[in-house]
């Protein structure tokens, strides 16, 4: 208790309370008081307690100062009767109850600072519920929250902006810099201007430069203009190829039109589909989310140094040991159900990454064919501007004779 008297003393003896007490004249001091000090302390982390006690009742300067503790995230110790002991003890001013409370408050007063600031603009008004069903009020709510959502945002730009490493000083060197080597940049043109003007017709010469500049930035932008109007031409040529392969799927199926080709198709289709909505798809989704969480993991946990990784080298070390150990008691057993069970999971793991290696194959398979297909069809608009008549294929050809 004396090292905590003697902390709270230094503290308001320095900047800004100045208060001159020594240990004697402080514990000394009237409840009404010591209020006052807590109250003067609890003002220099938030202004607006910044009251004079004797204008306000006794519950109202408990109600306030407990209200911006509870903020502060204050618990004192102890349980519920505890609690309303504290109360009553902040009531009547009770050393044993200011005293850890000014002890708590001098330790952080930055800290507290920047926590009371932030509650009068993150402590949300609850609004009941029977008053949202009012258009005009539930527009004004989610005004209030957005604008709360953009505060927090902001409030993070700032503190990383703080964090971040530029000072004043740095700027103002930046700056004093870039303004010297505008000097030095004038006052070579100044010199390059005298030795110029020296020279016959440079008027003239200056007159070309200025064009040739000119000229060089027109190229520019044109060669620019070029190479869009290129892409522009490459993506239609590439959306032209899809729809001559659709036109071309859809004349095939319309040749080879019967009902028992077409529910077959359509059924292997609908086999692969499914196959690979409901087994591959949602495998590989399962995989992504697990190394997403993975990785967020690895980037939410501290920098690791040497002896960290050497601590987790010896843990794997041993936990491979362990498992070599019950692979050894599991062998050793040499039960023929749970054998039996292994040799099912084998032959089901190998069917499963057979279908998986087949279903790859057979996507692999579809993007060959429709690049293909893509390939004889600019072999085909390539020799139509050759000659001008189109190479057919066999099928092609006795679909039109």
């Known amino acids: 208790m004396s090292d905590q008297i003697k902390f709270i003393v230094d503290s308001l003896n320095k900047e800004p309370f100045r208060k ?19 109250s003067d302390v609890l003002a220099e982390i938030d202004p607006k307690q910044l009251v004079d006690i004797r204008e306000e009742m006794p519950e109202q300067t ?4 407990l209200n911006l503790l509870g903020i502060l995230k204050y618990k004192p110790s102890g349980n519920a009767t505890d609690m309303s002991t504290f109360r009553q003890g902040l009531v009547i ?39 949202l069903q009012d258009e005009t009020v539930a527009d004004t709510n989610k005004q209030y929250e957005e604008l709360m959502e953009t505060f927090k945002t902001l409030h993070k730009e700032y503190e990383q902006l703080k964090t971040s490493g530029f000072s004043t000083a740095e700027i103002r060197k930046d700056i004093s810099a870039m303004e010297e080597e ?12 005298k030795r110029v003007e020296t020279a016959q017709n440079h008027q003239w010469m200056l007159k ?47 040749a080879d039109a019967k009902p028992e080709s077409l529910m077959k198709r359509l059924e292997e289709e609908i086999k692969f589909n499914l196959y690979m909505v409901t087994e591959k798809f949602p495998k590989e989704i399962e995989n992504k989310k697990k190394e997403l969480h993975f990785l967020q993991k690895v980037v939410s946990e501290p920098a690791m140094g040497h002896s960290d990784l050497l601590e987790l080298e010896s843990k794997i070390n041993e936990i491979n040991t362990e498992v070599n150990q019950l692979i050894e008691k599991k062998v050793m057993r040499n039960e023929p159900i749970e054998g ?9 793991s190998i069917i499963s990454r057979k279908k998986e290696a087949k279903a790859e194959e057979l996507q692999e398979a579809k993007e060959k064919l429709a690049s293909l297909e893509r390939e004889a069809s600019v072999k085909r608009n390539q020799t139509r501007e050759f000659d001008g008549t189109e190479v057919l294929k066999g099928d092609e050809e006795r679909h039109r004779k």
């Open 93 to 131: 001013g009770s050393k044993p109850v200011i005293y850890p409370v000014l002890h708590w408050l001098l330790q952080r007063p930055n800290e507290l600072k920047k926590r009371a600031y932030l509650a009068r603009f993150l402590i949300k008004l609850e609004v009941p519920t029977e008053f």
């Open 208 to 254: 070309i430069a200025r064009q040739f500049r000119v000229e060089k930035e027109r190229e520019e932008y044109l060669a620019q203009q070029k190479q869009e109007q290129k892409n522009q031409l490459f993506h239609a040529v590439q959306r032209l190829q899809r729809v001559q392969n659709q036109l071309k799927g859809m004349r095939q199926t319309a």
């Open 340 to 348: 039996k069970l292994s040799l099912y999971r084998q032959q089901a």
């Open 182 to 193: 505008k000097d030095q940049l004038i006052k070579r043109v100044e010199h390059l201007k």
């Open 20 to 38: 001159n007490y020594n240990l004697i004249t402080f514990d000394s001091l009237e409840p009404m008081q010591l209020l006052q000090v807590l």
């Open 62 to 65: 408990a109600k306030r100062m």
